[in-house]
């Protein structure tokens, strides 16, 4: 059984570009949610996918959007980069909407 | 934002200690759950507490809920090396339907001493 796998690892992008992080799910798993982790902090929840559709949504502005795919696979994208949004990124899937998170090890973003 | 305080900050004991490391919320909760994350990697699920628990156990974990003060506590005993990582309360909701998510502390940063 594979776990969560995030790509990639670690990039640097510069203010105004446009990032894509992705993440494969556990096996079984057709949940998957997104946590923006700064510096220090504790993750905060971007947004959750179910069934390819965007099930709930945290304070975050919409230049953050992601998409789901048939096999549950998921990706992150953040359009017009700010210095702010350097911090990991983190990928989760479950069981369902309301079940117990299983993390990758994260994708850290620097935004020079 | 972030709901919950873990508390204290850092934690620092030798090995063979017992940590302890509470965690306080401000709005009703369906579960509420602890994590550890080692050195800025993804976060590994210990152990979650439903809102009509009181406590629960898991190996070397035990963990208390009381709804009526909106706070947890997190006890490691015989604590090892390996257990050094910095550790998160999260709350879910009671939001039906579509989700809110996870809403974590700050996390408690222990470190074990050989």
């Known amino acids: 059984e594979t776990g969560v796998t995030q790509s990639p690892t670690h990039l640097i992008k510069t203010r105004g570009q446009q990032v894509t992080l992705r993440c494969s799910s556990q096996?079984?798993?057709?949940?998957v949610s997104w946590y923006q982790q700064a510096l220090g902090q504790g993750p905060q929840f971007i947004f959750q996918?179910?069934?390819?559709?965007?099930?709930g949504r945290g304070n975050f502005p919409p230049r953050f959007s992601g998409l789901q795919f048939p096999n549950y696979s998921s990706e992150l994208n953040v359009n017009a980069l700010e210095l702010d949004d350097s911090a990991l990124y983190l990928c989760?899937?479950?069981?369902?909407?309301?079940?117990?998170?299983?993390f990758g090890a994260g994708s850290r973003l620097t935004v020079l | 934002s972030q709901q919950g305080e873990e508390d204290p900050q850092a934690l620092s004991i030798q090995e063979g200690e017992n940590a302890t490391m509470n965690c306080s919320y401000k709005?009703?909760?369906?579960?509420l759950q602890w994590y550890r994350q080692n050195s800025g990697r993804g976060l590994v699920h210990l152990i979650l507490?439903?809102?009509?628990?009181r406590e629960k156990h898991s190996g070397r974990l035990r963990v208390t809920l009381d709804t009526s003060k909106k706070s947890s506590s997190l006890l490691i005993t015989a604590s090892r090396a390996a257990d050094t990582a910095s550790y998160f309360c999260?709350?879910?909701?009671?939001?039906?339907?579509?989700?809110?998510?996870?809403?974590f502390g700050k996390g408690t940063h222990l470190i074990i001493q050989p």
């Open positions: 996918y179910y069934r390819e559709e965007e099930n």
């Open positions: 709005t009703s909760i369906n579960n």
């Open positions: 096996s079984g798993h057709n949940t």
């Open positions: 999260a709350t879910e909701g009671l939001r039906e339907g579509g989700a809110d998510g996870l809403t």
């Open positions: 989760a899937s479950s069981t369902g909407t309301h079940s117990v998170l299983t």
């Open positions: 507490i439903r809102s009509n628990e």
